[in-house]
């Protein structure tokens, strides 16, 4: 079982976070537009050695991974996607927004870098679309992190639905687009906000990044279609553990003031080597609350020995 040493413990626990903002990758990651599966996926890939694969979520882009991709690659390959419909990959208007779709996405990424077998870290939306991943192509994922979100039909996902923080689960209808074009940044800024321990840690300039790229065309009906797929996921999930809980070993991270050990209790429905781990001071937003353990956290179970 992946344990902190004591005094590496301590450290993250008595630090204080530093303040994070997007950060441009360094110049030894190479973009590509990886056509694959009806979408074009933008992909940030550098380092050399095992693969590792980052998911982001809604809200952000694989731009947020900058500290922790930097660091993996001093000894792995780290590839970090845009999911389909945000950032810089293409937003399919015929849709493939539910995650077992997306799934094959990661799946069409890996195959044109001719990448047999990678471990997951994945955060938000980031987390459905690995645990499909993982489910569908098992033999292909080493370890996998989970990062403060459920998973739909999972576990207590009718009890989570009930949370009026996440009444955006069911925002929809025709209206929706028309209601938040040109408003993006108001839509975001209460993500940001309401699932932080501290806004403030969710800097102005990391606001107005991931704003801007929210406000291109098709984005925000990429992010609405993330969440109308939650049904359909919901059912995929459901065949997913019919079929067998995920062998590999997984660390159900979550933020201290958000899902905290709720994500451990989601991944022991889906999972049966489950390490539960607890991001200190910090909301949703770990790698902008507190990069600094985040970062610590993930390495040492990547690390880990089998």
Request: charged share 20%; aromatic share 10%.
């Amino acid at each position: 079982m992946f344990k902190l040493a004591p005094i590496a413990l301590a450290t993250l626990l008595l630090a204080t976070p530093a303040m994070a903002q997007v950060k441009p990758f360094p110049a030894s990651f190479k973009t590509q537009e990886i056509a694959t599966n009806g979408a074009t996926i933008h992909v940030r890939v550098g380092g050399s050695g095992p693969a590792v694969v980052l998911l982001h979520g809604y809200g952000e882009t694989g731009d947020m991974w900058e500290p922790l991709a930097v660091e993996l690659a001093k000894d792995h390959t780290v590839v970090v996607p845009d999911l389909r419909g945000l950032g810089l990959s293409s937003k399919p208007a015929s849709g493939g927004y539910d995650k077992k779709n997306q799934g094959q996405d990661v799946a069409g990424v890996l195959d044109a870098l001719k990448i047999n077998k990678a471990d997951l870290v994945t955060h938000d939306i980031g987390n459905m679309v690995g645990y499909a991943f993982a489910a569908e192509h098992r033999d292909r994922v080493g370890r996998f992190v989970l990062i403060d979100a459920p998973l739909p039909g999972v576990g207590p996902w009718d009890e989570i639905l009930k949370n009026p923080l996440l009444w955006h689960f069911r925002f929809g209808g025709p209206d929706m687009e028309r209601l938040v074009a040109g408003r993006e940044r108001i839509y975001l800024d209460r993500f940001w906000n309401e699932f932080s321990a501290n806004p403030a840690r969710f800097t102005e300039a990391s606001r107005q990044h991931y704003a801007k790229l929210y406000a291109q065309p098709g984005a925000m009906h990429g992010g609405f279609s993330q969440f109308a797929a939650f049904d359909q996921d919901a059912i995929d999930n459901k065949a997913f553990v019919a079929e067998g809980k995920l062998t590999v070993p997984v660390l159900a991270l979550g933020g201290e003031k958000s899902f905290g050990p709720m994500m451990a209790t989601v991944m022991r429905f889906a999972a049966s080597n489950v390490t539960q781990g607890v991001v200190p001071d910090s909301g949703h937003w770990i790698m902008e609350e507190n990069p600094k353990a985040t970062v610590a956290m993930v390495r040492d179970f990547l690390d880990a020995k089998p």
